[in-house]
């Protein structure tokens, strides 16, 4: 039983470079979404997707790009990575567009910009 | 916006004890409110959720009790364990997303 999983774990990248967290979830959620975490913060929304096919902004969407590839796959794109997004990547998703369905998690991707 | 947030930072008790980890929210169009525990290096898990209809809902030694009147939520742990120490979040639903506190964390002394 998966549920939501992200790649890679851990990844150092230097300013500038790019690169694309990866997730999968395997619960036939409609929704999908990723959140940052950094120390002492809770989780802020950086895109979601509604529907597949769909996504929108969330609370802190600058510097990120997002693919809904398909129902199962949402990735989340750093163009140019700059060391204010070295944080916690969360993936999520959930069942339906309305509330009332509960949001499982990723165990996280570590990204380190320097 | 939605915010949700006000936690303690911190919250210490004692194995055995009752915990109550209190939690604020902005939007009063929220309809959903769920808690998570979030353990160190690992993604938050389900704890339990309420929705807006309700003001009380129990699960395995939890209840969390939600007072739309003041736009409060809180958790109660009861017989806390050693395992019980984690950081809490609440999060609430509104216009498609959900909106997530700082967290509090909670410490379990033995």
């Known amino acids: 039983n998966a549920g939501v999983t992200q790649t890679p774990k851990f990844q150092v990248l230097k300013t500038g470079q790019s690169m694309t967290l990866q997730c999968a979830q395997d619960m036939n959620h409609n929704s999908m979404y990723w959140y940052r975490q950094d120390p002492g913060m809770g989780l802020r929304l950086i895109y979601y997707s509604a529907s597949e096919g769909t996504t929108d902004k969330g609370e802190v969407p600058n510097g990120y790009n997002v693919s809904r590839l398909n129902k199962r796959e949402f990735s989340l794109r750093l163009e140019s990575a700059a060391p204010s997004q070295t944080s916690v990547y969360f993936c999520a998703s959930s069942h339906l567009l309305t509330g009332g369905n509960t949001i499982y998690f990723g165990e996280g991707s570590w990204l380190t910009v320097v | 916006g939605e915010s949700v947030g006000l936690h303690l930072p911190t919250l210490s008790v004692q194995e055995g004890d009752n915990s109550i980890i209190n939690c604020a929210y902005s939007n009063s169009a929220s309809d959903y409110f769920i808690w998570y525990k979030q353990e160190s290096g690992k993604g938050p898990q389900f704890i339990i959720d309420?929705?807006?209809?309700?003001d009380k809902r129990q699960g395995q030694r939890v209840t969390v009790l939600l007072n739309k009147t003041v736009k409060h939520l809180s958790l109660q742990i009861a017989a806390t364990q050693p395992g019980d120490s984690a950081v809490y979040f609440c999060?609430?639903?509104?216009?498609?997303?959900?909106?997530f506190g700082s967290g509090t964390k909670l410490n379990v002394k033995p």
């Open positions: 309420i929705r807006s209809n309700m």
């Open positions: 999060a609430g639903y509104n216009f498609n997303k959900f909106y």
